[in-house]
């Protein structure tokens, strides 16, 4: 069976700091990766997305970036954070080609930015 | 933009009353998943919905696609208290991307 792990479960972080968050996939190959961004009590929104390795779509200009060094690991950064980056980071894989659409969410990274 | 948007943004009930969210989007979807983020938790797969007018269920959870393929409901007959949580729904737009949903946050009295 297929699981998703993220790390670290909780990070605090001052302003201007850099940031690292990681997600590897187990059990499928040549998924679909994306990279949410949460703020409290908000819907979700998408931040990257990864068809294959090195490939990287992003969808808001901003501070982060995001790199897919293997198949299955996906990687969330930024240089310097800002107060705005606080929020909880879900990281999500999908089957690519085939009809289904449907997202498997890790079990995300409470980020805070003090 | 596409857009799917969602309502009610909250609802409160009483444990035993039904509850019902609506989704609309601005075009048509290939299909439409929903999904179940209890509080603390990640979004968890719930359903997804490929066919026009496709109605299924899941005990006391109803969802339906609608005709044109641009809305969707999920009904919660009787909610308890195992309820509680935000309810997304994401419209697969073909590609890559799913357009997720703002959510509905049901909060459940006993």
């Known amino acids: 069976s297929q699981t998703i792990h993220q790390w670290p479960a909780t990070l605090v972080q001052p302003v201007g700091s850099p940031l690292s968050l990681e997600c590897t996939v187990e059990g499928t190959s040549n998924p679909n990766l994306y990279w949410y961004r949460q703020a409290a009590g908000r819907g979700l929104q998408l931040l990257f997305y990864s068809v294959g390795i090195g490939q990287i779509s992003s969808e808001v200009p901003q501070n982060l970036s995001a790199s897919r060094p293997q198949d299955r690991q996906f990687i969330l950064s930024s240089k310097k954070l800002l107060l705005s980056d606080s929020g909880f980071y879900l990281c999500?894989?999908?089957?690519?080609?085939?009809?289904?659409?449907?997202?498997?969410f890790g079990p995300g990274t409470r980020l805070t930015v003090l | 933009g596409q857009q799917v948007m969602q309502i009610p943004q909250y609802q409160h009930v009483q444990e035993g009353e039904d509850f019902t969210t609506y989704c609309n989007s601005s075009t048509t979807l290939s299909n439409i998943q929903w999904y179940k983020q209890r509080p603390g938790g990640h979004p968890v797969f719930l359903i997804q919905?490929?066919?026009?007018?496709e109605v299924k269920k899941q005990k006391r959870l109803t969802f339906q696609f609608g005709e044109a393929k641009k809305n969707s409901s999920l009904h919660i007959t009787a909610t308890q208290t195992t309820d509680v949580g935000t309810y997304f729904c994401a419209g697969g737009v073909g590609g890559f991307k799913t357009i997720f949903g703002a959510g509905t946050r049901l909060f459940v009295k006993a």
């Open positions: 999500a894989w999908r089957t690519s080609g085939g009809a289904a659409d449907t997202q498997y």
């Open positions: 919905l490929v066919k026009s007018g």
